[in-house]
């Protein structure tokens, strides 16, 4: 089990011929702005940094204690990532400020960490969606179609090209529930916490097998300090309160190990599911080998991100 000095090894390790272009989105607060200190700080400020989310002043916050170079770049992009329009519309600005920057349209790192932790019903947006997956899942893989390009871009430079999503593998329990896609039947917390999941390891497997020059991985974060217990009522945030003083690890510490596991070299293409530490998660708890249970779910996301 790789611990925390071995993922600060491989991040100071890192090295690049070129100065690499990564997007954070949700990358504002908690695991994402982790993981965006943390890659900041193994490129040595020798990358261009855009962070996407609602708060530009917590953006501009925290790119301000990045480490500087003379190759620095950093930007700022604003989205609500609940509604399909406005991920279309952020994803275009990020096209644009790539292009201006480097002279051509190309990414190598698309990490997604948007989301909420709630206790409420379903909670639909005006697209229809439910809010909780609307973050964990529908705005996330619309992101990477915009900007699969950009990455396939990267790689036909000899560039890396790698997404990550952080959130939950192997939670299901079982396999791909098809009856119900969006929960719009019979919504629960608990069954959203299961299906975002389940969905994203099922695109994962999907996507890896459309797109084998690029790195598709979901990860956990472990148990983490950040904001999203706000969300919680009282009696639970305390819990998780109490739980992020005595067990859970700091914002710093997940982004190393996020950044570790977006940088090894074991992880340059196709699909992964890792653990909190980088590690592999068992395949016997992916259940992602249903092709007949894809197809419905990847036609069931296409209508309902379609605008």
């Not at 690029?214 to 819990?239: A, C, D, K, M």
Request: hydrophobic share 35%; charged share 20%.
């Amino acid at each position: 089990m790789p611990s925390l000095s071995d993922a600060k090894a491989l991040n100071a390790s890192y090295a690049s011929t070129y100065r690499p272009t990564a997007l954070f989105v949700g990358g504002t607060s908690g695991c994402g702005q982790g993981t965006a200190e943390a890659f900041a700080r193994a490129t040595q400020g020798r990358a261009h940094i855009l962070i996407c989310g609602r708060n530009r002043e917590a953006a501009e916050s925290i790119t301000s204690g990045f480490p500087k170079h003379a190759e620095s770049k950093y930007e700022f992009v604003e989205c609500d990532a609940t509604l399909m329009k406005n991920v279309v519309k952020a994803a275009a600005e990020v096209k644009r400020k790539i292009s201006e920057a480097e002279g051509k349209a190309k990414l190598n790192y698309l990490v997604l960490s948007q989301g909420i932790m709630t206790m409420n019903g379903f909670d639909p947006t005006s697209d229809g969606i439910d809010t909780r997956l609307a973050l964990s899942f529908y705005s996330r893989w619309k992101f990477v179609d915009e900007l699969l390009p950009l990455l396939e871009s990267a790689t036909s430079d000899g560039e890396e090209a790698r997404i990550m999503t952080i959130l939950a593998p192997g939670v299901s329990g079982g396999p791909l529930d098809t009856s119900d896609l969006g929960l719009k039947k019979n919504y629960s917390s608990g069954l959203a916490r299961k299906h975002g999941p389940a969905y994203t390891d099922n695109f994962i497997a999907e996507y890896s097998s459309r797109y084998p020059a690029i790195s598709f991985i979901h990860i956990f974060p472990g148990l983490v300090n950040t904001p999203l217990f706000n969300n919680l009522p009282w009696y639970l945030r305390l819990t998780f309160t109490f739980l992020g003083f005595v067990m859970a690890r700091s914002i710093q510490d997940c982004g190393e190990y996020m950044t570790s596991a977006l940088l090894n070299p074991e992880y340059k293409t196709g699909g992964f599911w890792l653990s909190s530490d980088g590690s592999p998660v068992p395949k016997e708890k992916l259940h992602v080998d249903d092709q007949d249970a894809r197809r419905q779910l990847v036609e069931h996301y296409t209508k309902e991100v379609a605008i």
